[in-house]
């Protein structure tokens, strides 16, 4: 087997056929249904079902991408590498939007004072989507928030993290440590699906027998702050993120008797990742 049936792999799975990744490739669509056929002899696995005309990856077939896009990519930076000697290049980092708010700038800055020449390409995104981006070979480096998912990805914690409960001014709760079960009656304002600082909270509140259905879900914290305030509703957020409108007293905290939501901050990296060592500085720095 050889690179070109990798790279043609990889790129089948990205486009969702061969007849795209052949024009991608400029390759003739009969020569990548081939270049398949060859690697799934050869290893002896079906990598994709072929349903109604459409390919639908297989299991062992999306085992296979985790070795084979990390494959090619390695052969990429191998020619970056060696032709810039890490000279000049391109990181590419992903943060989760606590992290890309809050700290990743500071990061960067000092990064950039001992790495002038490297290119920083960055994604803000919430924890989950920055797992599957260094999974996907679209990121080098992850920042993210909570816990890693995946056996591929290799992980240092960094700094530890507090998310807080928030409610208006002029609610029953302001300022005031309350029983879990007072949850039960309230409309939340939650951050969506994926993002740690939900994961965590529908965690502990499943453990504790609640079942929270927000009446809002948001990606923008400034959203949710803003509609808090407004007395519709409460929330959960990292304490980064909502210090400034406490100090301000646009918004006030409460507490939950006997629970805490204390959680981590990781960098992240695919496991069969080359890092080159102006990534490995930067790892570094973020611990």
Not at 161 to 189: Q, R, W, Y
Not at 241 to 264: A, N, T, Y
Request: aromatic share 10%.
């Amino acid at each position: 087997m050889t690179l070109r049936h990798l790279k043609i792999f990889v790129t089948v799975c990205e486009t969702g056929s061969a007849t795209a990744a052949g024009d991608k490739l400029h390759i003739a669509q009969p020569s990548i249904s081939l270049a398949i056929s060859e690697l799934e002899n050869y290893y002896g696995i079906k990598l994709f079902d072929r349903i109604a005309k459409r390919l639908h990856i297989t299991e062992a077939g999306k085992n296979f991408l985790q070795y084979a896009t990390h494959i090619v990519g390695l052969f990429e930076d191998m020619e970056k590498e060696i032709k810039n000697f890490d000279a000049i290049g391109i990181i590419r980092i992903g943060a989760s939007i606590t992290i890309g708010n809050y700290l990743l700038p500071a990061y960067i800055s000092q990064f950039k004072k001992t790495h002038p020449q490297i290119d920083i390409k960055v994604i803000i995104d919430n924890s989950e989507k920055i797992q599957q981006y260094i999974l996907s070979n679209r990121i080098d480096i992850g920042l993210i928030e909570g816990a890693v998912h995946s056996s591929y990805i290799k992980f240092h914690k960094f700094r530890d993290d507090e998310l807080v409960m928030i409610c208006g001014n002029n609610h029953p709760f302001a300022k005031k440590a309350i029983e879990i079960t007072k949850l039960k009656s309230e409309s939340f304002i939650l951050r969506e699906t994926g993002s740690a600082g939900r994961e965590i909270f529908d965690s502990i509140m499943t453990s504790h027998g609640i079942e929270i259905e927000p009446a809002w879900e948001s990606i923008s914290t400034q959203a949710i702050v803003r509609a808090v305030q407004a007395n519709l509703g409460i929330s959960v957020l990292p304490y980064l993120l909502v210090k400034d409108s406490l100090e301000r007293k646009e918004i006030s905290q409460f507490h939950i008797k006997g629970i805490g939501f204390l959680r981590s901050f990781s960098v992240i990296y695919h496991k069969n990742k080359f890092l080159t060592e102006s990534a490995k500085d930067f790892i570094t720095l973020c611990k």
